[in-house]
């Protein structure tokens, strides 16, 4: 299997602009997350999705952040607008129910200028 | 809430040194406790896991041992290498979170040659 495959790996875009991040999950896999990572603030959870239901968006920051996983083998993060506060690295992982480990893709490195 | 709380970085090392990363945690019930690791530029991996009580994980020369009593969850290794240079991230997964997993700030390991 590929692992988890993220897309872009890196956007650099400028304040405003609307940002869709891309995440295709391991074949079978039956959760998926995103996180946030910044030096200042860690991993941050922001949504996970089960059975492409989301089951908890508690983390997204504000209405500018979207998610969506319209089947089982792909989902987005859109930010519209972006600001340059939501530069980061933004990580997708997806898991298998019972098993309990997540398994990351390499992220999306997103500068907003 | 369940937490997790790890030692603060960098921890700088001399190769052939042994390691030790504290990690305590806050849970409801009976969590699964896990390690992962990130390479700069990488998403996390898993390291080592342990889903019971005086459960020991291994990999890697890695070691962790889940202490119920003391809610810790401490990673060591004998003999560290230039290589082992990464974050560790401690994590842990409850019965009510819903497949999602809690990790802890990270502790940055640097080992010098």
């Known amino acids: 299997d590929a692992g988890v495959i993220q897309s872009p790996r890196h956007e650099v875009t400028e304040m405003g602009q609307e940002v869709t991040l891309r995440c295709k999950p391991i074949s079978g896999h039956d959760y998926l997350f995103w996180y946030r990572q910044t030096m200042m603030r860690g991993l941050e959870l922001l949504i996970y999705f089960n059975n492409n239901v989301p089951i908890d968006d508690s983390g997204m920051p504000e209405d500018r952040f979207s998610a969506k996983m319209p089947n089982a083998s792909f989902s987005t993060l859109k930010i519209q607008p972006s600001e340059p506060r939501d530069s980061a690295v933004y990580f997708c992982a997806s898991s298998l129910a019972g098993l309990r480990s997540l398994f990351f893709g390499s992220g999306t490195q997103l500068s907003v200028l | 809430g369940d937490s997790v709380t790890q030692m603060e970085g960098p921890v700088t090392l001399s190769e052939e040194a042994f390691l030790t990363i504290n990690c305590t945690y806050t849970?409801?019930?009976?969590?699964?406790l896990f390690w992962y690791v990130q390479y700069p530029g990488e998403g996390l991996q898993l390291l080592l896991k342990?889903?019971?009580?005086?459960d020991k994980g291994s990999n890697k020369g890695f070691e962790a041992t889940y202490r119920k009593e003391t809610t810790s969850f401490h990673l060591e290794k004998g003999s560290v290498q230039v290589s082992d240079s990464a974050v560790y991230f401690c994590?842990?997964?409850?019965?009510?979170?819903?497949?999602?997993?809690?990790f802890g700030q990270g502790t940055e390991l640097s080992v010098k040659p």
């Open positions: 849970a409801t019930g009976y969590p699964s």
């Open positions: 342990a889903t019971k009580a005086d």
């Open positions: 994590a842990l997964s409850g019965g009510n979170q819903g497949g999602k997993l809690i």
